[in-house]
């Protein structure tokens, strides 16, 4: 259960205690308020809290840039404008507090984005639950002939069942001894000091749950989407960026779509790659060869093409 009896309770509790405000409230994101999306086996991902809508964004960016942006004839077209243009301090005027429980691994993997505010569960001050990332027997890969980082095909009959074993009786194990170095009391019932908890969990799996707060601006989540939501990104963080990007669109509709549109739907092009654009819209014929480019950069480039 990604959710505790206690948290449920608290969540009804938040939810059914309305406060009326003055500040910007966006109905899309009120909708989601509190409540937590499940991710994964154990995960999930809610918001606690939020600052600004879309109309902060254009308000921030009426200030900044003034009578530069009045030929703009409405608040869409100037988000378009400012996404296009890659204009990023409207973008951070507003924020969003998000509560995650996710792997340890997962959790490393996403903490290199350094542009948020993070808290995490401390395992110094209390004890980790029992409860680990198992990957769905479809998830379960081999490496990439081709992607030093990256999955292949999947493990199948046999081999994959014998994995998913290991995953599980290795979890099970470090566990148990984690609650063995913990306690204060022998199996025949002889006290003991028990280990401390900051080195108790030494030898816990990367598998195992933690959980955090993640407060970051919207200019930093988009950077954050855009990187983890896309189609190569690992699975397991892909998911979460993906059930982030859903409310995330409920938020702030008028900047997801420009962010669709010009991040995770568009392309950036080197000054080669433009040129041989160029050039092939005269008629001329352009190959590797004569592109100036790499092998590498030549097949990027036709990937973009289609």
């Known amino acids: 259960m990604p959710l505790s009896p206690d948290q449920l309770a608290e969540i009804e509790a938040a939810r059914a205690n309305p406060?009326?405000?003055?500040?910007?409230?966006?109905?899309?994101m009120e909708a989601h308020l509190y409540t937590a999306q499940p991710v994964l086996?154990?995960?999930?991902?809610?918001?606690i809290d939020y600052m600004g809508d879309d109309s902060?964004?254009?308000q921030a960016a009426r200030v900044s840039y003034g009578a530069g942006t009045k030929h703009v004839s409405n608040?869409?077209?100037?988000?378009?404008?400012?996404?296009?243009?890659?204009?990023?301090?409207?973008?951070?005027?507003?924020?969003?507090?998000?509560?995650?429980k996710l792997p340890v691994f997962v959790a490393r993997q996403w903490i290199r984005h350094r542009t948020a505010n993070v808290n995490e569960y401390s395992a110094r001050y209390s004890i980790l639950d029992r409860e680990f990332y198992i990957p769905e027997p479809d998830q379960l890969a081999a490496q990439s002939t081709v992607n030093n980082q990256g999955r292949g095909q999947a493990l199948y009959g046999h081999e994959a069942a014998r994995v998913l074993e290991i995953l599980k009786s290795d979890a099970a194990r470090a566990y148990d001894h984690y609650e063995e170095m913990l306690s204060q009391t022998q199996p025949d019932g002889t006290p003991q000091q028990g280990l401390a908890r900051e080195l108790a969990r030494m030898n816990l799996p990367m598998n195992i749950y933690t959980q955090w707060?993640?407060?970051?601006?919207?200019?930093?989540?988009f950077h954050f989407l855009r990187l983890r939501a896309d189609a190569h990104a690992q699975y397991e963080i892909r998911v979460y960026a993906e059930t982030m990007a859903r409310l995330v669109a409920d938020?702030?509709?008028?900047?997801?779509?420009?962010?669709?549109?010009?991040?995770m739907g568009g392309v950036t092009l080197s000054a080669k790659a433009i040129d041989c654009v160029r050039r092939m819209l005269k008629g001329e014929t352009v190959t590797q060869e004569n592109s100036g480019m790499s092998k590498g950069e030549w097949r990027e480039f036709e990937g973009v093409l289609g």
């Open 56 to 58: 902060a964004i254009v």
């Open 19 to 28: 406060r009326p405000t003055l500040r910007a409230v966006s109905e899309g």
């Open 251 to 263: 938020w702030v509709p008028l900047a997801y779509r420009a962010f669709e549109d010009y991040r």
């Open 213 to 221: 707060y993640w407060k970051v601006d919207l200019h930093n989540l």
């Open 41 to 47: 086996d154990h995960g999930f991902v809610r918001v």
């Open 75 to 100: 608040d869409e077209g100037l988000i378009r404008y400012l996404m296009r243009h890659w204009h990023s301090t409207p973008f951070e005027m507003c924020e969003v507090k998000f509560h995650v």
